[in-house]
C-alpha cells in the first residue's frame, strides 16, 4: 500500500481538487505505514483487494457482484478534509492492474462497469493531460454522473474543454462529448453551481442550450454571472453572452433586466419587444421611467399600445417632463431650497488673512467664476442670489444688474446660467430667458439661446420649443450668436438624432465663409445630437470640413473639436469606427493622429477592451518632438475605455501613475484629467491625494487640470476633504487669476446642485452607461486639453457641457398614481455577490431611510418593508411600488 502524498490540497469527495502524482516518493515509510492502520481501515482494504482479484474471475456472475460491491463503496465512502477517499486511495496501487485487465475484456456489461469505476479512480490516478477519466467515462455505462460525486463531475467537465479543443482543431466530431456535457450542465444547474456550467458551456461553444436548461430557481444566478463576465470576455462572446441573459430574463418575464441588458446592447428590436410582451401598463411606466433615465431616445407607436391615453402616459415619462417635479421634492424633503450664492460656497472666513486682500484681483474674471458657480450650485432649483433676484430687491430694479457685472463674452455665460439655474423646468425657463431675447448685445442673445439649450436638456417636448426659438439664430451674421443657437440645439436634442436639425446644421460645416469656431462647435453638436448612431452623412460633412481646413486652421485649439465631433458618433460603437478611421489616416499629418487616438478612443469607450487600453498606452510611451498632441485624447481614451469595470479602473489609475513619471509634459497634462473621468462624482482617497499634490505642480497647465479634477471627483458629493483641498488652494492661488478661476470652477463643482446631482454616466447598478452624459464629460474634458484657450479664452461656455451628465443621485419611490411616496429602503455599499454560494446579502453597513433618498456611488438601496413590491429588481431614480397584495400588518 502506498501511504497518500501531500494530503493537504485535499477536500471532500465533492470539492476536493485532487492531483496527485503517480510515481510515489515515500515507498521506504510503506512499511511503517502498513501498522499504522486501524483494523476497519485494514478489513476494507483487505476487501477491496479481494473484489479486485475477483474482477479478474472468469465467471460473469463473480465479476458482476465484485464490481457492484466496489462500485458501492466508493460511493458511499466519505472521507476527511483533508485527504483522497479511502477506497480510492487502497484501489490506487491496483489501478494499473485493472486497467490492463479492462483491455483483454469482451465487450459485456461488465466491461462497461469497469470502465465506470476507472473513470473515477482515474480522478486520483491518471498522468496530466492524459485524460483517462473522460475515455473511460466515453467508453463506460451511460448511468447517471453525479452519483460519483462533484469533484468527479468537476474534472470530467475541465478534461472534456481540453478534449473538445483538441478536435476542434483535427476538426473531429464532437457528439459523444455534447450528450455529457448536456448532462454535467443540468447536474451543475441543480446543485447551485451556475458559474461551472456557464464556463463549460462556453468553452465548448455551445451557450445557446443555456436557455432551455435554466429554470424559475437558477435564472437570476445564471444571469448574474452572464451580465457580469461580459465585460472580461473578448467581442463577439460579450455581446453573445448578454443576447443569451436577455433570452433567459424574457423567458422568465424578468422584464425590467431584459430591458436593461436591451439598453446596453443598444437594441432597439429588444426595447420594442420588452414593451409589446408586458401587458401590465404599471411596469411599462417602469421601463419608461428606465429609459428616461438611460437618455435614449424612444417613440411610443401604435404597435405598443393602441389606447392613445396610455401612449401619451408612458411617452410622457420617456420625455422626462417630471424629472423637475420630482428633483425639487428631494430638494424639499432634504431641505435644502435655500438658495446659495457663491460666498456660501467660497467660505472665505475660514481662510487666514491673505486671500481676502486677492478678492478684488481681475474681477470681471471673478465674477465669471461666480457666474459658473452659482450655475452649478443652484442648478434646477429655479432660483438663487444673483440671476433670478425679484426685481424689487436688486438697487437698480432690473434683473440684469448681475449680467452687467460680466464683460462681453461673460454676459454669454452669465445669461446662460440662468438657463442651468431653471434646468428641466421647460415653461417657467423659457418664459424667464425670454427677457435676454430682446437685447440689443448679441453676446446677451447667445447666451439666452444656449440657455434655452441648457433648460430642454434631457427632456423633450412634442412642440419642440428648443428648435422653433433657435434655428432662426443659427444663420446669423455674428458668430457668438451662432454658437450659442448651435451648442443650444447640440444639448437640447443630444442623442435625438433629429433629421430636421442635420439638414441645418450640416450646411454649415462645408460653408466656406463660416468661422472656425463655428465650424467646430457645429461639429461637436451633430456629434451629440448623433451620438453613437455611426450615421453616415454626418460622419461625410464632417470629414470634408477637416479636409477642407488650412494649415493655419489645424494648428488652432478648436480645431480638435472637429475629429471629437466625429468620434462621438461612434462612442461605444467599436468596430463599426473602422472604415472612418482609414479615412483619417489621409489627413494632413498634423491632425492624423490627434484624429487616430480620438476616434479609436471613443469607439471603444465603456468597452473595458484590454488590447485597446494596451495600444493607447503604447502611444504615451513614446518621447516626441515639441509640438506633438495626439497624446492628450490618448491618455483621455485609457480611461474612457477603462472606465466599464472595477477592475480594469484600478489597473488604469495605476497606469496613469507611471505616466505621471515617466511621460512628457504633454502626456501630464492630460492625466489628471483622465483621473477625474475614471472616478466622476466618486471621490476615491488616492486619486484625490494624487490630484492634490499635482494641483501645486510647477507647470500650470497641470495644476489647472488638477484642479478641475479635483472638482470633477467630487461633483455633487459636497465632499468636506476636497472642499476643504480647494479652499487652501484658493488661498495659495490669490495672486494667480487663471488658476483661481479654476479653483472656484471646481468648487461650484464639488457643490452642484447642492449635493443632489451626480456627474456619473453610469447608472442601473452601474451596469449602463448614457451615452449622451459619457458625450458632455468627453467634451469637456476634450476642451481642457487646453485650458488657456478655451475655457480660460472666451469659450468658457463649453463647462455647460457637462449639464448632459447631470442627474439626480436620487431613489424616489411612486405610487401607482406616480406620487412621491415614502417607504423605509436599507442604503448600503454594494456588494458584488456573483458566484456566492446561497443568498448573499447585496448590501453592507446600511442605514434605514424612507424615500426619496440620496444615493452615494457604490451605493445600492433595499426595500426595508414588505407592504410594497418594487416594479424595478434595481431601485434608482424613479421606482413605482405597488402594493403587496399578500401582505398583512401584524396586529
Known amino acids: 500500500m502506498t501511504p497518500e502524498p501531500n494530503p493537504s490540497n485535499g477536500g471532500t469527495r465533492e470539492d476536493a481538487s485532487l492531483k496527485v502524482p503517480s510515481k510515489d516518493p515515500k515507498k521506504k515509510k510503506d512499511e511503517k505505514k502498513e501498522e499504522d492502520l486501524s483494523d476497519e481501515d485494514l478489513a476494507l482494504k483487505q476487501q477491496l483487494e479481494l473484489y479486485v482479484e475477483r474482477v479478474q474471475d472468469p465467471d460473469p456472475g463473480l465479476q458482476k457482484v465484485a464490481l457492484e460491491s466496489m462500485r458501492q463503496e466508493i460511493r458511499t465512502s466519505t472521507s476527511s478534509m483533508t485527504s483522497v477517499p479511502k477506497p480510492l486511495k487502497f484501489l490506487r496501487p491496483h489501478y494499473g492492474t485493472l486497467k490492463g485487465y479492462y483491455e483483454t475484456m469482451k465487450d459485456s456489461p461488465e466491461k462497461k462497469f469497469l470502465a ?72 451543475h444547474l441543480k446543485h447551485n453551481a451556475e458559474p461551472e456550467a456557464v464556463d463549460l ?84 411606466k417602469q421601463f419608461c421611467y428606465i429609459i428616461a433615465r438611460h437618455g435614449y431616445t424612444f417613440e411610443i407607436d401604435e404597435e405598443i399600445t393602441a389606447v392613445e391615453d396610455e401612449r401619451e402616459a408612458l411617452q410622457e415619462i420617456i420625455n422626462n417632463t417630471k424629472l423637475c417635479e420630482g428633483y425639487l421634492t428631494l430638494a424639499r424633503d432634504i431641505e435644502v431650497m435655500e438658495p446659495k450664492s457663491p460666498e456660501d460656497i467660497y467660505k472665505v472666513h475660514l481662510i487666514d488673512g491673505r486671500a481676502s486682500a486677492g478678492a478684488s484681483v481681475d474681477s470681471a474674471r471673478q465674477n465669471l467664476a461666480a457666474t459658473f458657480v452659482n450655475a452649478f450650485v443652484n442648478a434646477g432649483f429655479g432660483q438663487d442670489k444673483l440671476m433670478t433676484v425679484p426685481s424689487e430687491a436688486s438697487s437698480g430694479g432690473t434683473t440684469g444688474s448681475w449680467l452687467f457685472k460680466n464683460k462681453e463674452h461673460g454676459k454669454a455665460s452669465a445669461a446662460a446660467s440662468l438657463g442651468m439655474i431653471l434646468l428641466w423646468d421647460v415653461d417657467s ?27 430642454n436638456c434631457g427632456i423633450k417636448n412634442d412642440c419642440d420649443p428648443a428648435l422653433a426659438l433657435l434655428s432662426d439664430y443659427i444663420s446669423k451674421e455674428d458668430s457668438t450668436v451662432r454658437i450659442g443657437a448651435i451648442m443650444g440645439l447640440g444639448l437640447a436634442y443630444a442623442g435625438a438624432q433629429n433629421e430636421q436639425i442635420r439638414q441645418k446644421l450640416s450646411p454649415i460645416l462645408g460653408d466656406a465663409k463660416a468661422p472656425l469656431d463655428v465650424i467646430a462647435f457645429t461639429a461637436i453638436s451633430l456629434g451629440l445630437i448623433y451620438v453613437g448612431s455611426c450615421n453616415e452623412e454626418v460622419a461625410q460633412a464632417i470629414i470634408f470640413a477637416l479636409m477642407d481646413r488650412s494649415e493655419s486652421e489645424l494648428g488652432e485649439p478648436l480645431t480638435r473639436l472637429l475629429p471629437l465631433g466625429l468620434g462621438l ?38 468597452t473595458g477592451n484590454v488590447l485597446k487600453v494596451q495600444h493607447l498606452l503604447g502611444q504615451c510611451a513614446q518621447h516626441l518632438e515639441k509640438g506633438e498632441t495626439h497624446q492628450g485624447p490618448a491618455v483621455l481614451g485609457i480611461a474612457m475605455v477603462a472606465m466599464a469595470e472595477e477592475l480594469g479602473l484600478e489597473m488604469a489609475i495605476r497606469s496613469l501613475e507611471h505616466l505621471l513619471q515617466y511621460g512628457e509634459q504633454n502626456i501630464r497634462r492630460a492625466v489628471p484629467l483622465a483621473l477625474g473621468l475614471l472616478c466622476i462624482s466618486n471621490p476615491k482617497v488616492n486619486v484625490m491625494d494624487t490630484l492634490s499634490r499635482l494641483s501645486h505642480d510647477t ?28 479652499r487652501n488652494l484658493s488661498s495659495y ?3 494667480e487669476a487663471s488658476l483661481l478661476f479654476c479653483v472656484r470652477i471646481a468648487q461650484g463643482l464639488v457643490h452642484m446642485g447642492k449635493g443632489l446631482l451626480t456627474l456619473a454616466p453610469y447608472h442601473s447598478d452601474r ?96 426595500l426595508a418593508t414588505e407592504k410594497y413590491l418594487p416594479l424595478s429588481p434595481i431601485l434608482e431614480g424613479f421606482v413605482i411600488m405597488r402594493e403587496n397584495p399578500d401582505y398583512r400588518e401584524d396586529s
Request: glycine share 6%; aromatic share 8%.
Open 116 to 187: 465506470d469505476i476507472l473513470s473515477v479512480l482515474a480522478l486520483t490516478m491518471s498522468a496530466e493531460g492524459e485524460r483517462e477519466s473522460l475515455k473511460y467515462r466515453l467508453l463506460g455505462s451511460d448511468g447517471d454522473i453525479g452519483s460519483w460525486g462533484h469533484e468527479y463531475v468537476r474534472n470530467l467537465a475541465g478534461e472534456i474543454a481540453q478534449e473538445f479543443a483538441k478536435r476542434q482543431m483535427e476538426e473531429v466530431a464532437v457528439d459523444d462529448l455534447m450528450e455529457l456535457v448536456t448532462q454535467i450542465v443540468a447536474f
Open 201 to 284: 458551456l462556453m468553452e465548448v461553444e455551445d451557450l445557446d442550450t443555456l436557455v432551455e436548461h435554466v429554470d424559475a430557481t437558477n435564472y437570476k444566478r445564471t444571469c448574474l454571472y452572464l451580465t457580469s463576465s461580459a465585460s472580461y470576455l473578448p467581442g463577439p462572446d460579450d455581446m453573445l453572452v448578454l443576447d443569451i441573459a436577455y433570452m433567459i430574463y424574457f423567458k422568465f418575464e424578468e422584464y425590467p433586466s431584459a430591458l436593461r441588458i436591451a439598453l446596453f446592447l443598444d437594441n432597439m428590436q429588444y426595447v420594442k419587444q420588452v414593451f409589446t410582451s408586458c401587458d401590465d401598463l404599471l411596469q411599462r
Open 429 to 455: 425657463g423659457l418664459a424667464q430667458i425670454d427677457k435676454y431675447f430682446h437685447s440689443n448685445d448679441n453676446h446677451v442673445i447667445a447666451g439666452a439661446l444656449l440657455g434655452v439649450g441648457i433648460v
Open 569 to 606: 458618433l461612434y462612442l461605444g460603437k467599436q468596430e463599426s469606427v473602422e472604415a472612418t478611421s482609414e479615412v483619417s489616416k489621409t489627413f494632413n499629418e498634423k491632425i492624423r493622429k490627434y484624429c487616430d487616438m480620438t476616434l479609436l478612443s471613443c469607439a471603444y469607450a465603456g
Open 699 to 726: 507647470d500650470s497647465e497641470v495644476a489647472m487640470a488638477a484642479i478641475v479634477s479635483l472638482g470633477l471627483i467630487g461633483a455633487g458629493t459636497n465632499n468636506a476633504r476636497i472642499a476643504g483641498m480647494l
Open 733 to 735: 492661488y490669490y495672486k
Open 767 to 862: 451596469f449602463l452607461l448614457s451615452p449622451t452624459a459619457l458625450a458632455g464629460l468627453v467634451t469637456l474634458l476634450h476642451a481642457c486639453l487646453d485650458m488657456k484657450s478655451i475655457i480660460l479664452g472666451k469659450y468658457h461656455y463649453v463647462l455647460y457641457f457637462l449639464v448632459l451628465a447631470m442627474q439626480p443621485r436620487m431613489l424616489m419611490a411612486v405610487d401607482e398614481n406616480l406620487k412621491p411616496l415614502s417607504v423605509p429602503v436599507r442604503v448600503g455599499q454594494a456588494v458584488d455577490v456573483v458566484g456566492q454560494a446561497g443568498r448573499p446579502k447585496t448590501i453592507t453597513g446600511f442605514q434605514t431611510h424612507s424615500t426619496p433618498v440620496l444615493l452615494a456611488a457604490g451605493d445600492r438601496a433595499e
